[in-house]
């Protein structure tokens, strides 16, 4: 069964950078697409970044493109989210999550499981 733990996050300041790691355990990630995800307090949980299963694919959300960055390591069993320019409005919980057997990456999708626990990120001078 696959286990996902998310980690990196922390307090920034506005302007500053983050990278997220969400590693696997339990299972090989090669097979699977991963998504991280956020929610802020009082929001609704939302998309941010999706890296198919090959890495050949990726989809941001509108208010992360230019400055976030999803990748991967299948070697390290463990998907990436490089954070720049971070903003107070950046500030959540963020998750990854995971879906098998597929190389395409649409964030909308209902087929994500296997959530992490979350990593807090803070942004705030």
């Known amino acids: 069964q696959l286990q996902l733990v998310e980690s990196g996050g922390g307090l920034v300041q506005p302007g500053g950078s983050l990278r997220l790691s969400c590693a696997a355990s339990?299972?090989?990630?090669?097979?699977?697409?991963i998504g991280w995800f956020r929610q802020a307090p009082g929001k609704e949980r939302e998309g941010v970044s999706c890296?198919?299963?090959?890495?050949?694919?990726?989809n941001y959300a509108d208010f992360v493109r230019g400055r976030f960055t999803i990748s991967r390591d299948n070697a390290k069993n463990t998907a990436y989210l490089q954070m720049n320019s971070l903003k107070a409005e950046d500030t959540a919980v963020y998750y990854c999550?995971?879906?098998?057997?597929?190389?395409?990456?649409?964030?909308?999708?209902?087929?994500?499981?296997?959530w992490g626990q979350g990593t807090q990120v803070t942004v705030s001078s």
């Open positions: 999550a995971a879906i098998p057997f597929t190389d395409s990456c649409v964030l909308s999708s209902p087929d994500f499981g296997s």
């Open positions: 339990g299972i090989t990630l090669d097979y699977y697409a």
């Open positions: 890296i198919s299963m090959s890495g050949g694919s990726t």
